[in-house]
């Protein structure tokens, strides 16, 4: 029995010049927010961005782009809506508020489906926001977006380092590309994580301080980007967009 | 999947597997469609008779759904879609996803949300015939 | 085919009067330094006190405990190792600093292998330390480990909050005793998580505050018990032990 | 798991069958080792013999290992655990918990860590046989 949908997915993708995976293994760290900003930052320069939220057991991206309410556009297959001049596909559009306990045989058959049926159509970048762990989709997008690129994220803690410091070893034993690293949630001066990224021979990429007023600005892009989180994002845009 | 999005892949699947083989003509292609993605087959007969092409051109698609049966994980009682009530809305999800199932539909014994799902979801090429 | 481990997981919890499942949904709440610390609260009390870190792919409760290098002594099983006066187990024993890239399947089966093989003897609390997201594991520990009570951690964000709502439906629709919400890493005297907790019917146990030395505290048992963060911690428990 | 702690699982799985299925008496229980587990017969058989009892007191245990086959989810290689370098160390990680092998095993033609294991983890009773 042949599983149809593996055979599209390539196509599917194959007007997507640049795939980006923002990725830690550890949770809480920023990625979904990161992945955000960084697709709506793009779109506002002109780029035409795509952004995936495969956390599908608790995806939050819908509460950063306030998009809980969107539904895609049936077209032979599907057509991700757009927020704000980016193509957005999340799980949430199917579920609602519903909870969705899914194990990982299940999440891997979820993302085959999306990606079987998503017309992402010609972007310049796709950014996807992983999951905590590692686990079935880290696995699935190594396996089935062969070209993804890492952005790792990690908060100076050596609790979230203690998981970073894995995933690296992971993608680098399997010569997956590394964009390098961004140090979230600064909150002073220590150099600890860019010493330790640096040794790995990894890129560091940059710092973004703990922002105060974040929280508020979520749901709200205007005020999203006129925070001083975004403007230290976007700082970096260059070095992810040349990578 | 989708009735059109799902032809594509089925005809590029049965195209691959065609040139692997080396098939000069394919006749006949089977097709296993689970309950769960509530497929419109007349879509999906017409999505399949606009794209063949090539090798394919003469194939006929014999199409058969395959019922879903849910079993708990927890208390191992049975179930299936008929017994199931849920709405056009959820139904339209599950259609797109067939694993939003896990969202919306819970075991009616115990209520656990944790039950493994066979035959109902997925589309399969099960079978490919055509001289060499 | 039968599996054997099944039938002996619940003779080998048998000694355990209470069991607590730390858990969020969310990553980065807090759970994994919250269930360390209230193991050795408790312990420190004189309870008989074990501590499971079942986050399989990104385990850190032995970064906050320092307890990379034990090893389970084997006996009729595995006897589980002592840190200060907490009995141990986590997956890093076997692991030392190896990447574990585990798929959902895999997940289940060590959590069925670890149940298997501990030997708890007795114990007054077994806290453990759950991996973000609603998957395997969460259904697993639902389905074996059937007393399990959860301890839900959230933080004052709307995005942790976001997950957080799920899973209290998840549990709530199972009937899965919950103890409680505890707020974590709070900045302010925003009401907003205490009232949404309260609204769903569940009992908020308190906050916990951001506390800008617990960094420099993990990996130091001594230092961690100091921190206002410890004690704010220590102020909830009398509502654990008597849930 | 553990020879001891393992003779003590299928002890208490035999006997609930046992129980279950009317059993007046049980003559021979079927095992089958996971390769991975590097478990020690001698040890099995000695731990089974000192714990059966009742029912139980006269079984047979007939044991079989069985291989562990690695397949790469990726490039779809093949190989076996005699294909496979680890310390001894490593190798009594994976007899404690054998999902270990993902941390310390890759795939020896793409280096992938993502294979499936079949065959060689677990520890089973495939049947046992007494009289009502
Ligand atoms: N630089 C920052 N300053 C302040 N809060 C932040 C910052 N980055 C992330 N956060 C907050 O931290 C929490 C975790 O972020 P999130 O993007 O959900 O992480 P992840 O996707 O890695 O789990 C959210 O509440 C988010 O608003
Ligand atoms: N009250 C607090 N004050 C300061 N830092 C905290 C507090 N609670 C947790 N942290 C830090 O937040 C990060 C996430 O905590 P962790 O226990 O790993 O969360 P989880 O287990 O939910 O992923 C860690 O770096 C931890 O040290
Ligand atoms: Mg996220
Ligand atoms: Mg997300
Ligand atoms: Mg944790
Ligand atoms: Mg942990
Ligand atoms: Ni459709
Ligand atoms: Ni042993
Ligand atoms: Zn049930
Ligand atoms: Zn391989």
Redesign the interface.
Known sequence: ????????ID?RMSGIKKIIAVSS?????GK??IASTIALLFADKGLKIGLLDL?F??P?TH??LNARNLKPV?D???APPEVYGVKYMS?VF??G???????????S??LL??L??T?WGSLDILLIDM??????L??DV??YIRGARFLIIT??????F??V???L??LK???APIIGVIENMK?NDATYIRREVEALGERFLGEIHFD?KL?EA??SVESLLKTSFAREVESILPMIENS | ??E???A???I??VS??AEKEGLREVNEVHL?VGELQQVNREILEFALREMKSGKLANAKFIIRESRATFKCRVCSHKWFLKNIEASEEVME?IH?????A???IRCPKCGS??FSLSGG??????GIRGVK
């Open positions: 029995m042949l599983d149809p949908r593996k055979s599209v196509r293994g550890k949770g809480g760290v979904s927010v956390d057991t608790s939050t509460v950063v049936e032979r297959g599907v799980l199917y579920l508020d519903q909870v969705s306990p899914l194990r990982g045989a299940d999440l058959n979820v489906e999306v079987a049926i017309r999951p905590p762990g590692i686990s079935d880290m696995l190594l396996k908060t100076p803690s050596k609790m979230a203690e998981t410091r894995k995933l070893a992971l034993g399997l010569k909150m105060g929280e979520l749901g | 999947m989708h059109w999005a799902l594509e892949a089925i590029s699947t691959q597997v296993k999800s797109f996803i067939p694993e939003v896990y969202a919306y949300p944790d979801r997925g589309v399969w090429v099960s």
